[in-house]
């Protein structure tokens, strides 16, 4: 199992060349492209979540940290949200903590963060790397990183030294894409379709990829979404329909997301198998995975060996 999971990460890796490397605060990251830095800023600065009803980021922010044990954090905890995008996770964890690190390689998405969270005063925005966060090892009381790991050439050092970061003990929460374990043929199949075309897509000018991606949500996550809704509505398991998960999402995150899912040009995916093994051996311990959707959401504790 190990060394499959390792070998689909090289082929993965292996169509995003590490060229054009980024600068961050002077200093040039080895890992990461640019072209890919470049264009989840962009996707943060057209998706800042301003015309996102509070409810239906709430539910999806409920979705994501459904086992994130907040009654563990002590009074004043101090954390950091690894790939903060557009801040939108961030404005619902720091007013329940006392201190928020929000961390994002795009000089663009932190531009955003900081108008999102412009009512908190306990935030610190940090335009850093993954790899090589500037947080003192074993300082943090939790963790988390939406949605970012599998978009990093080097998934394993970015997820180790994050959990660096932690006290032994503290919570660590992801959210990784997973490879459609266990779904039928006929996903597998649009699957390897949606792939294709997300290597065409992703190559794109920025402004004819966010007009792809729109196109994509309007002709197949929208017509495909509410289909599962009438199903489900009438008695009927939607379960079944790709991409089932957005029956009670709005346009605009289909929108979002169809940007996201075919607009870059790295991404992986993981088995629930695969998840264990990646956040174990990063240092995590009790690793517990949510049984989604979305899949997988993972949270795993610093051990206590490694303070």
Same mark, same amino acid.
């Given at each position: ?21 980024? /600068? ?56 950091? %949200? ?46 850093? %790397?993954?790899?090589?966060?500037? =947080? ?9 990183? =939406? ?18 970061? =932690? ?63 009438? =199903? ?24 979002? %997301? ?12 993981? /088995? ?36």
């Amino acid at each position: 199992m190990h060394l499959r999971f390792l070998e689909g990460r090289r082929r993965e890796e292996n169509l995003t060349p590490r060229t054009d490397p980024v /600068s961050l605060g002077g200093l040039e990251s080895p890992i990461l492209d640019r072209r890919v830095v470049d264009g989840f800023g962009a996707e943060w600065s057209r998706f800042t979540n301003e015309a996102l009803s509070e409810a239906e980021l709430c539910e999806m922010f409920d979705s994501y940290t459904e086992i994130f044990p907040w009654e563990d954090l002590p009074e004043g905890a101090e954390g950091f %949200d690894a790939g903060c995008g557009s801040g939108r996770w961030a404005r619902f964890f720091a007013p329940r903590v006392g201190l928020l690190h929000c961390i994002d390689a795009s000089k663009a998405a932190l531009d955003v963060a900081r108008k999102t969270l412009a009512g908190q005063t306990n935030v610190e925005f940090r335009h850093e %790397d993954l790899s090589s966060l500037g =947080l003192t090892d074993g300082s943090c009381d939790f963790g988390y990183c =939406l949605g970012v790991l599998h978009h990093i050439p080097d998934t394993e050092d970015a997820l180790a030294t994050c959990v660096a970061k =932690l006290k032994p003990g503290a919570p660590f929460l992801v959210y990784l894409y997973y490879d459609l374990e266990g779904r039928g043929w006929l996903q597998r199949r649009l699957f390897d379709v949606a792939t294709v075309v997300r290597a065409v897509v992703a190559r794109l000018p920025s402004r004819a990829r966010a007009v792809a991606a729109d196109v994509l949500a309007a002709l197949v996550y929208w017509p495909l979404a509410r289909a599962a809704r009438l =199903l489900e509505r009438i008695g009927r398991d939607p379960s079944f329909v790709p991409l089932f998960q957005y029956r009670h999402r709005s346009f605009y995150v289909m929108r979002n %997301d169809s940007l996201d899912r075919f607009g870059t040009r790295l991404e992986k995916r993981y /088995s629930r198998d695969e998840v264990r093994i990646l956040l174990e051996g990063a240092g995590l311990e009790k690793v517990e995975i949510a049984d989604g959707p979305p899949w997988w959401v993972a949270i795993g504790r610093r051990g206590q060996g490694n303070g």
